[in-house]
Nanobody, 123 residues
Framework: QVQLVESGGGLVQAGGSLRLSCAAS????????MGWFRQAPGKEREFKAA????????YYADSVKGRFTISRDNAKNTVYLQMNSLKPDDTAVYYC????????????????WGKGTLVTVST
């Protein structure tokens, strides 16, 4: 069992940056792949980034590739999402997820979920 709590959301101007954090509880954090999804108003939740348990393999959705970076610190039970060059279209609630592998993260198969943090990007 893994409990996830996101933080770091807020209001930022277009072109700005934010770093989201996801703190995990549970002794098995370091064995899980971790990921970030987002859900914009009126839209479905979409996968954006994932990282394997060791932190040496990452995978991104095309819409954020080159702008977002996922990383993790297993000693702190925390995963991060550095978001640069933000656009108004990035406005959404961002959710942290945990699952056994990157593949299961991206397909949202049996993910553990946090409650989300709101990111608003203004023009």
């Amino acid at each position: 069992q893994v409990q996830l709590v996101e933080s770091g959301g807020g209001l930022v101007q277009a072109g700005g940056s934010l770093r989201l954090s996801c703190a995990a509880s549970g002794r098995t954090f370091s064995t899980y792949a971790m990921g970030w999804f987002r859900q914009a108003p009126g839209k479905e939740r979409e996968f954006k980034a994932a990282i394997n348990w060791r932190g040496d393999n990452t995978y991104y959705a095309d819409s954020v590739k080159g702008r977002f970076t996922i990383s993790r610190d297993n000693a702190k039970n925390t995963v991060y999402l550095q978001m640069n060059s933000l656009k108004p279209d990035d406005t959404a609630v961002y959710y942290c997820a945990a699952a056994p592998t990157i593949a299961t993260i991206t397909r949202a198969i049996g993910n553990y979920w946090g409650k989300g943090t709101l990111v608003t990007v203004s023009t």
